[in-house]
C-alpha cells in the first residue's frame, strides 16, 4: 500500500502563490505516476498535473501556465507550485498514484490523500 498526505493549503489573495506538498510513504516503488487532482464546490474532481518516475510532466488545463509540478526523490515528496491564483482555483486538492495510464483519468489512480483545502478569496 501506499500512503499520502498532503499539506500546504490555505487562503491566499487572488494573484497570490501556494506551493501543496504530498509526502508518500509505502510500497512508493510502484507508484510510476504521481498527480494532483481538484474538487470545487459543487464540481467533479478534475486532474491539474501530473509527474512520472522518469519526470515526464503533464499538465490539465486547470492550472496551464500557472503551476508546476515536480518532486523530491529523496523526501518521497511531490510538489505542486502555484502561482497567479484565481478564486476559480479554490477547491480541495488531492495527491494520487497510478501504476498505469491514462494519466488525466481519475479511475487509474489506486491511491489517494485526504486533501487539502485551497481558498483564493480577498
Known amino acids: 500500500q501506499v500512503q499520502l498526505v498532503e499539506s500546504g493549503g490555505g487562503l491566499v489573495q487572488p494573484g497570490g502563490s501556494l506551493r501543496l506538498s504530498c509526502l508518500a510513504s509505502g510500497r512508493t516503488s510502484t507508484t510510476e505516476f504521481m498527480a494532483w487532482f481538484r474538487q470545487g464546490p459543487g464540481k467533479e474532481r478534475e486532474f491539474v498535473a501530473a509527474i512520472s518516475q522518469s519526470d515526464g510532466l503533464w499538465y490539465g488545463d486547470p492550472g496551464k501556465g500557472r503551476f508546476t509540478i515536480a518532486r523530491d526523490t529523496a523526501k518521497n515528496t511531490v510538489y505542486l507550485n502555484m502561482y497567479r491564483l484565481k478564486p476559480e482555483d479554490t477547491a480541495v486538492y488531492y495527491c494520487?498514484?497510478?501504476?498505469?495510464?491514462?494519466?488525466?483519468?481519475?479511475?487509474?489512480?489506486?491511491?489517494w490523500g485526504q486533501g487539502t483545502q485551497v481558498t483564493v478569496s480577498s
Open positions: 494520487a498514484t497510478a501504476e498505469s495510464g491514462p494519466i488525466s483519468v481519475r479511475s487509474s489512480y489506486n491511491y
